[in-house]
C-alpha cells in the first residue's frame, strides 16, 4: 500500500509561485500513474495533473500553461510546479494514484495552498 506525504503549499499573493512535492512509499509507485489533485471548499475533489510511468502528462484545462507535474522515480516522488497562481487555485493538494481510490480509500493529509492579496 502507498503511503503519501505532501508538502510545499502556503499562503502566496495572486502571480506567485509554489513548488509542492509528494513523497510515495510503496513499491507501487515506479509502476503507477500518479495525479495530484485538489479540493476547494465547499467542492468536490478534482484531478489538476496527471503522469504516467512513461513520463506523459495531462493537465485540466484550468492549469494549463501554469502547472507543470513530474516525477523521479528514484527518490519515489511526485512534483507540482505552479504558477501564475490565481485566487481560485486556493485548496488542499492531495497527490495519489491515478485513477484514484475512492473518497472512503487512502489519502495523505494533503497541502493547503492559499492566493491572497
Known amino acids: 500500500q502507498v503511503q503519501l506525504v505532501e508538502s510545499g503549499g502556503g499562503l502566496v499573493q495572486p502571480g506567485g509561485s509554489l513548488r509542492l512535492s509528494c513523497a510515495a512509499s510503496?513499491?507501487?509507485?515506479?509502476?503507477?500513474?500518479m495525479g495530484w489533485y485538489r479540493q476547494a471548499p465547499g467542492k468536490r475533489r478534482e484531478l489538476v495533473a496527471r503522469?504516467?510511468?512513461?513520463?506523459?502528462?495531462n493537465y485540466a484545462d484550468s492549469v494549463k500553461g501554469r502547472f507543470t507535474i513530474s516525477r523521479d522515480n528514484a527518490k519515489n516522488t511526485v512534483f507540482l510546479q505552479t504558477n501564475s497562481l490565481k485566487p481560485e487555485d486556493t485548496a488542499v493538494y492531495y497527490c495519489?494514484?491515478?485513477?484514484?481510490?475512492?473518497?472512503?480509500?487512502?489519502w495523505g493529509q494533503g497541502t493547503q495552498v492559499t492566493v491572497s492579496s
Open positions: 495519489n494514484l491515478f485513477p484514484p481510490p475512492p473518497p472512503s480509500g487512502y
Open positions: 510503496g513499491s507501487i509507485f515506479s509502476s503507477a500513474a
Open positions: 503522469i504516467f510511468k512513461s513520463g506523459n502528462t
